[in-house]
């Protein structure tokens, strides 16, 4: 089992929708989350972070954890064609320097 | 500020020949990292620096070397290149929440 699973999709969705990415991670001793943006050939971007349970929202991106059931999604609202990239879930583990990334889901938003 | 910076943007090298790609971040970060990313495999890491004076290895250290030049300067070396290092290699530093800001990368053929 890898420590930091996404879909790698692609995942599709119409332009003004709400795009749904989903990560599950296997360490319950996981302190933070990140999501970041990578475009082709570019380098991964910083989307937002989260620490605690709950909601966090930045402009049309919203981060839910939930660390009882080990998952944290990004929610991307009124998507838009240029929000097309692959987003990665990174994971903190507890006393660790190091982030655990995932692979990456795939997002297409459809003109 | 430039962020993080790495040199060179594009590399092609023969087996057998050794290079070293450079990384020099002015966000005053104590940790570094330096990562290779593969089609299907994510980011992958090969080395850290967690502060000033100390490297530990990564995920897929095999290969390579690195040196901590200074708290701005993570360096890391191939001293023979093979065919399996050819990848994008990121380098990244860490904020003060943990969050990874990374370099523009490097694009390594090995042939």
């Known amino acids: 089992q890898k420590e930091v699973e996404q879909n790698s999709g692609p995942l599709s969705v119409p332009e003004g929708a709400i795009a749904s990415l989903n990560c599950t991670y296997s360490?319950?001793?996981?302190?933070?989350f990140f999501w970041y943006r990578q475009y082709s050939g570019k380098s991964p971007e910083l989307i937002m972070f989260?620490?605690?349970?709950g909601d966090k929202e930045d402009g049309r991106f919203t981060a839910q954890l939930n660390k009882a059931s080990q998952y944290v999604s990004l929610l991307i609202r009124d998507s838009q064609p240029s929000d097309s990239a692959t987003y990665l879930c990174?994971?903190?583990?507890?006393?660790?320097?190091?982030?655990?990334f995932g692979s990456g889901t795939r997002l297409l938003v459809r003109p | 500020n430039a962020g993080v910076t790495q040199t060179p943007k594009f590399q092609v090298l023969k087996t057998g020949q050794s290079m070293t790609l450079q990384c020099a971040q002015d966000?005053?970060?104590?940790?570094m990292y330096w990562y290779r990313q593969d089609p299907g495999m994510g980011l992958r890491l090969i080395y850290y620096?967690?502060?000033?004076?100390?490297?530990d290895k990564g995920e897929v250290p095999n290969g390579y070397n690195v040196s901590r030049l200074n708290k701005r300067e993570f360096s890391l070396r191939l001293e023979s290149a093979a065919p399996s290092q050819t990848s994008v290699y990121f380098c990244?530093?860490?904020?003060?929440?943990?969050?990874?800001?990374f370099g523009p990368g490097t694009r390594l053929t090995v042939t």
């Open positions: 990244a530093s860490t904020g003060q929440n943990y969050e990874q800001y």
């Open positions: 360490d319950r001793g996981s302190q933070s």
């Open positions: 989260i620490y605690s349970n």
């Open positions: 990174a994971v903190k583990k507890d006393s660790s320097y190091k982030l655990i």
């Open positions: 966000m005053n970060h104590n940790s």
């Open positions: 620096s967690a502060s000033e004076g100390t490297t």
